[in-house]
């Protein structure tokens, strides 16, 4: 008996070798379980809007006159390093999800479910009715102005500009459920909140 129970023992732990053998051979043909993404649709969409809005702060920035009252030219040259440092962050994110910079339909996840974006003369101001940005006819009209007038120009072109980016973040907050995209929304809504009032109290010194 002694024999033949430790011949049943051996058998049965080859077979569990055996087991073992074909599991650690097969795992490798299985489908490995998808990671999470690291942006959903809505933060990518969001982010990439956000890249090309900041952009546009940096490029009213550059077309201001430099010989506008310090004060003016300070505000600005703030107002350019907080869109940088927040660009690089946009930027480093579409890197890390695997996005392109710039998306296919501009403006999509701010849009209802179903809504289309309609060409003619809205959609003619830019072309993806971006709040707040500038036309090219304003960005040229910028460049050309001195003195008072571009100090006047750039004021209500950045306020506008903030506002605009305002309203996006907004809607990303009201989107989102909780992450990082959503925090940096958050402080864009509070620090871009602040800079449009303080471009309100020069542009009202101007009046």
């Given at each position: 008996m002694s024999g033949r129970k430790g011949f049943r023992v051996a058998a049965l732990a080859c077979g569990a070798a055996?087991?073992?053998?074909?599991?650690?051979?097969?795992?490798p043909l299985l489908p490995a379980p998808a990671a999470p993404p690291v942006l959903t649709a809505t933060e990518i969409g969001f982010v990439q809007d956000m890249v090309?809005?900041?952009?546009?702060?940096?490029?009213?920035?550059q077309r201001l006159d430099r010989g506008v009252d310090p004060a003016v030219l300070v505000l600005?040259?703030?107002?350019?390093?907080?869109?940088?440092?927040?660009?690089?962050?946009?930027?480093?994110?579409?890197?890390?999800?695997?996005?392109?910079?710039?998306?296919?339909?501009?403006?999509?996840?701010m849009r209802p479910v179903g809504a289309h974006r309609h060409?003619?003369?809205?959609?003619?101001?830019?072309?993806?009715?971006?709040?707040?940005?500038?036309?090219?006819?304003?960005?040229?009209?910028?460049?050309?102005a001195t003195g008072t007038q571009a100090e006047v120009l750039f004021l209500r072109l950045m306020q506008r500009h903030h506002y605009g980016g305002i309203e996006m973040a907004?809607?990303?907050?009201?989107?989102?459920?909780?992450g990082e995209v959503e925090r940096a929304a958050r402080d864009m809504i509070t620090g871009q909140g602040r800079e449009a009032g303080l471009l309100g109290l020069l542009l009202d010194r101007r009046a």
């Open positions: 055996l087991l073992l053998a074909m599991g650690a051979a097969l795992r090309t809005h900041h952009s546009q702060a940096l490029v009213l920035v600005a040259g703030q107002i350019a390093d907080t869109q940088r440092t927040e660009l690089g962050m946009l930027l480093g994110w579409l890197r890390l999800a695997g996005a392109p910079v710039a998306g296919t339909d501009p403006m999509a996840w060409a003619g003369a809205d959609a003619a101001q830019h072309d993806s009715a971006m709040p707040g940005m500038a036309t090219t006819g304003e960005l040229d009209e910028l460049a050309a907004a809607t990303a907050d009201a989107l989102l459920d909780g």
